[in-house]
């Protein structure tokens, strides 16, 4: 079996405050700090729906994608928060397939118009950093000391620019 | 309600007040209530005697909410004109409405016999005579009606129905072939006819006549009478079966093909080609599915049938299907094996192998290719958890749970089976917790919330159980208990009252028990409607099904347990009646419990309130029905209840149903026992007894009444008179022989059952009674910890609070001692221990272990 099986299903699922727990149960398995109550308010915001979702696969909660809109001066960026996959999930294209979708959302999203999506990658993450230049990302530049409380410290800042579908 | 004549002079109105009481005939019938009383007291203004508008005035002021006042004058009129049918009429409505059954009926009678071709009352009076289930009255009742209106088609199938339920299937045969011969002109496929015939069917069914019943089946499917598809193919292959003949064979495989999942086909199937090997069914079997592939059903009965390699060979490919989809109900599904231990043990094998051909790690993870998806694994490990659970290895199942945690901890089902595996090894608070991170995953999941809420019930934290379910009850209600009883949740009320009941608050357990007996009250008067209706709409088939289910009503095991439980209570407080004087001069109220009780009253103030409204709005034409609306509760915390003067004869009334509905069930005959002997019914104490010892004469509470009851017998201050006193004397001594020494009797039990838990308890609660010592009877449960004594986790428990109940010094000493003993479980830590283990099952975070701040 391949992870093309008509068996395996991936689908996604909104946000909501029912099911922030699994939400908050994911990522304190798949990151290394703990998220701030401030972040799980933001998620919630209608505006964000089609950008944090969470990733099921064979209708098991395996993985979660979250954005938020950030506006500077006249342009809107998109801001990648978190991205994970559970590990015995992943080399799936769970991950590739959650990043389509929040990428799709935001080429067709009007008001406003979204022109570009960022994120922070760790710089000891290679593997993160190939995965997302495999989606078109491009590193800008180095955010130093980003993380405070894990090292390394610094984080590449990656991006790819949106256009509208 | 049509006039007679010959009216007798108190009841003849003038012409003028004769129209205008047939005006308020009509605005009654029209529900103008506002109209129809003032028409009313027009007339009793000039004749303020005239029984039958008084009647009429006060059903109609009953309808509009003004009740006391409307039954009061109803009475009134009866008693100044009681040859009435109109009086006896209004008067029997109201009691129906007071869901007074019985004396509805007497009512309907007395009118009848001054009306008696009234189809009102006869129809309401055939009503009446069913719920009541008096099927020879039924009979005649029906007779009258179908002779005063032969025309309505109803009337001969309600006759036939009223034979039928009476026991007379002959005649009820030869009143629907009457009435067959009746119709002319029936379209294709009405639905009434096709009721009516396959009720018919059903009918010859029931006399034996198969050859008829397949006869006349075959004629009306193939005349297109018949509308159920399915009924038609399910009773040919039936009444096929049932003749021996050729054709069932075939008629059993078309059912297949029409429903391949539906087990009871293969069955019929299998039946009727005389199969009773497992070679052969196995054969047969393995043909369909190979022609069926989607079907389980074959699949599964395989499993039944085979053995050996045969049933590993089966087994394994059917798991690892059901692994593969994720069925989350496969373990249920798949437990009915294990009564075959040599199955089990097969199982416990596969599981060992696929969970191995399956683990992550198994062959070397290269990004491209996959042997398997990784759900299979989880619910692997999801399966195997429940098997080792369903066999106490609580340690092992959950090391396996713990494995699939790490490898999901997004899958409620995991955090489910965790709780249910402390829950069983005795850690009720870390179950509590276990469900609660469960719930938290998902809260808009009920089952979730229900889950949850039950645990916590179960680890006695009946405040907090309640929080969790008030995030679905209606908001507005007084208590989420209140909305959920009148929802008649018998999950929650058994589970609520079990909690209250174990934490020594019986006055709050008993009203608890008491709303299911309620709820069981209700849904007996629930079928009242149908009587009319499936007879109107010739729902025939459905309708008798529902009267059988409702005769055995009272076996559901929520009613049994709430009866037992009860009248246990009940016995108490009769037994020592200042258990409800302390219980009701605690003052026990929590601080959540005064909340709660301060809510409820100002709920109940706000119903009064709208009501006495309801009452100064006299103009209000609103029709409130017959129905007395539930009154105000004032004994919200069962404390009158509880020190009600006839505890005894409510527990008899309780138990009452069980006696002929669950006559399996040793439990019903010891309460039944316990009641009848304390209300001095000798007969029917020693026949409870007899019962008991029939069913399993080596019980251990059996044991303790055998010891009981000669020693009431002894104690009796005269003989009973004849016949009682002899014939109670004669059952004791079939019992338990005379010779015997009460001491005796109990030491050879004791050594009949050395290492049960549960019969060292009944020997030490015996000796207890014959006076033994103290130190004896703590001796004597001790051995319940002795090296050959089986421990089981509520006997254990059993025993603690009976030390404790005697006062006993060495209390503290068993609890440590069980504490010891029983891995896992937290019933025999310390209160202080206790608490800490309730702070930690509430207050379920789910988050770091390491408290890290995100900087973005």
Redesign the interface.
């Known amino acids: 079996?391949?992870?093309a099986?008509p068996?395996?299903r991936v689908s996604f699922a909104s946000l909501?405050?029912?099911?922030?727990?699994?939400v908050?149960?994911?990522n304190?398995?798949l990151f290394?700090?703990?998220?701030?109550e401030k972040?799980y308010n933001d998620i919630l915001n209608p505006d964000y729906e089609e950008f944090c979702k969470l990733v099921y696969?064979?209708?098991?909660?395996?993985g979660t994608i979250c954005c938020r809109l950030e506006t500077k001066g006249d342009q809107t960026h998109l801001y990648l928060?978190t991205m994970g996959i559970?590990a015995?999930?992943r080399?799936?294209k769970l991950g590739s397939e959650s990043l389509d979708l929040v990428l799709r959302a935001a080429s067709s999203h009007h008001q406003p118009k979204i022109d570009k999506i960022y994120l922070?990658v760790q710089i000891s993450n290679g593997d993160a950093k190939r995965f997302y230049e495999r989606h078109g990302f491009q590193e800008v530049g180095i955010h130093e000391d980003?993380?405070?409380?894990?090292a390394p410290h610094d984080a590449w800042i990656l991006e790819k620019a949106i256009s509208a579908a | 309600m049509s006039r007679v004549l010959g009216i007798p002079p108190k009841r003849a109105l003038p012409l003028k007040e004769a129209s205008l009481f047939k005006e308020v005939l009509t605005m009654y019938e029209a529900r103008q209530l506002k109209k129809g009383l003032k028409t009313a007291d027009q007339i009793l203004k000039k004749f303020p005697e005239h029984g039958e508008t008084m009647c009429m005035k006060g059903l109609i002021l009953t309808h509009m909410g003004r009740r006391e006042e409307g039954i009061d004058l109803v009475k009134k009129g009866v008693r100044l004109d009681l040859t009435s049918h109109i009086c006896w009429h209004v008067f029997g409505l109201i009691q129906k409405g007071e869901k007074n059954y019985e004396e509805a009926l007497k009512s309907y009678i007395q009118a009848l016999r001054f009306d008696k071709e009234n189809l009102n009352i006869l129809r309401d009076a055939a009503h009446l005579q069913t719920q009541l289930r008096l099927y020879d009255g039924l009979v005649e009742t029906r007779h009258i009606l179908l002779r005063l209106r032969p025309t309505v088609r109803q009337n001969w199938v309600s006759l036939a129905v009223a034979y039928h339920l009476s026991g007379n299937l002959l005649e009820a045969k030869k009143v629907l072939e009457q009435y067959e011969r009746t119709l002319k002109n029936v379209p294709d496929y009405d639905t009434e006819h096709s009721e009516t015939t396959m009720y018919h069917v059903r009918l010859l069914e029931e006399l034996g006549e198969f050859t008829e019943a397949l006869s006349l089946l075959d004629v009306s499917s193939k005349s297109r009478v018949i509308v159920d598809k399915t009924a038609i193919m399910e009773a040919r292959a039936r009444l096929l079966s049932k003749l021996k003949s050729d054709e069932s064979e075939h008629a059993w495989r078309v059912l297949i093909d029409h429903n391949p999942d539906c087990t009871s086909y293969y069955h019929g199937y299998l039946a009727s080609q005389g199969i009773d090997s497992d070679e052969a069914s196995l054969a047969i079997l393995r043909d369909i599915s190979s022609q069926i592939p989607r079907a389980n059903a074959p699949r599964r009965l395989a499993l039944s049938f085979a053995s050996g390699d045969r049933f590993k060979e089966l087994a394994k490919p059917y798991l690892l299907s059901g692994f593969t989809k994720g069925i989350p109900s496969l373990f249920a599904d798949i437990k009915l094996l294990y009564k075959d231990q040599a199955k089990l043990s097969q199982i416990q094998a596969l599981l060992e192998e696929i969970r191995a051909e399956n683990a992550p790690d198994s062959a070397a993870p290269s990004s491209s290719t996959f042997t398997s998806q990784p759900t299979t694994y989880l619910w692997i490990l999801y399966f195997q958890a429940q098997h080792f659970s369903y066999l106490s290895q609580f340690r092992r199942a959950l090391e396996i749970l713990d494995e699939a945690l790490k490898h999901t901890p997004t899958l409620p089902e995991l955090y489910t089976c965790r709780a249910r595996v402390l829950k069983r090894a005795g850690d009720l608070f870390g179950a509590a917790r276990s469900v609660e991170e469960a719930r938290l995953l998902d809260g808009q999941d009920r089952f979730l919330n229900t889950k949850s809420a039950k645990y916590r019930l179960r680890a006695g934290l009946v405040d907090e159980a309640s929080a969790l379910l008030g995030l679905f009850t209606k908001k507005d209600a007084t208590s989420p208990g209140a909305d959920l009883e009148d929802m008649q949740s018998l999950l929650y009320l058994i589970e609520e009252a079990d909690a209250q009941n174990r934490s020594g608050k019986i006055n709050l357990a008993l009203k608890k028990y008491i709303a299911i007996q309620k709820v069981f009250d209700e849904v007996e008067d629930d079928q009242y409607d149908f009587h009319g209706y499936s007879m109107r709409k010739f729902t025939i088939n459905i309708y008798l099904n529902l009267l059988a289910w409702e005769d055995r009503l009272r076996s559901h095991l929520a009613y049994v347990k709430a009866a037992i439980s009860a009248s246990r209570i009940f016995v108490a407080v009769h037994d020592d009646p200042s258990i409800a004087a302390s219980l009701a001069s605690s003052g026990q109220l929590t601080d959540a419990e005064k909340k709660a009780k301060k809510k409820a009253k100002k709920a109940a103030q706000k119903v009064q309130d709208d009501s006495k409204k309801g009452n100064s709005q006299q103009s209000s034409n609103e029709d409130k029905g017959l129905e007395p609306t539930a009154p105000k509760d004032d004994d919200v915390d069962g404390i009158k209840l509880l020190g009600c003067s006839d505890p005894l004869e409510r527990a008899a009334k309780f138990l009452h149903p069980l006696t002929t509905l669950a006559p399996q069930n040793i439990e019903v005959w010891i309460a039944v026992y316990d009641v009848a002997i304390r209300r001095k019914k000798l007969l029917q104490a020693a026949k409870a007894l007899k019962h008991a010892c029939s069913i399993d004469v080596e019980n251990p509470e059996l044991h303790i009444r055998l010891v009981h009851v000669r020693r009431t017998a002894s104690a009796l201050p005269q003989e009973p008179p004849v016949p009682i006193g002899p014939l109670f004397k004669e059952s004791l001594l079939e019992l338990l022989p005379e010779e015997v020494s009460l001491e005796t009797f109990n030491s050879q039990y004791l050594q009949r059952h050395p290492s049960s838990q549960q019969a060292i308890l009944a020997a030490a609660k015996v000796s207890q009674m014959l006076q033994a010592p103290l130190q004896e009877v703590e001796n004597t449960l001790f051995a319940a910890l002795g090296p050959d004594a089986k421990l089981d986790l509520e006997s254990s428990q059993a025993i603690l609070s009976y030390l404790k109940s005697l006062g006993s010094q060495r209390a503290e000493e068993f609890r440590l001692t069980c504490d010891g003993k029983f891995d896992l479980s937290t019933v025999f830590k310390s209160p202080e221990e206790q608490a800490l283990l309730v702070k930690q099952a509430l207050s379920v975070v789910i988050g770091y272990p390491d408290e890290v701040e995100a900087e973005a």
């Open positions: 079996m391949s992870s099986t068996n395996s909501s405050s029912n099911n922030l727990g699994t908050r149960k994911l304190s398995v290394p700090i703990k998220y701030s972040f696969y064979n209708d098991v909660p395996v928060m559970l015995p999930y080399s799936r922070h980003y993380y405070k409380k894990i």
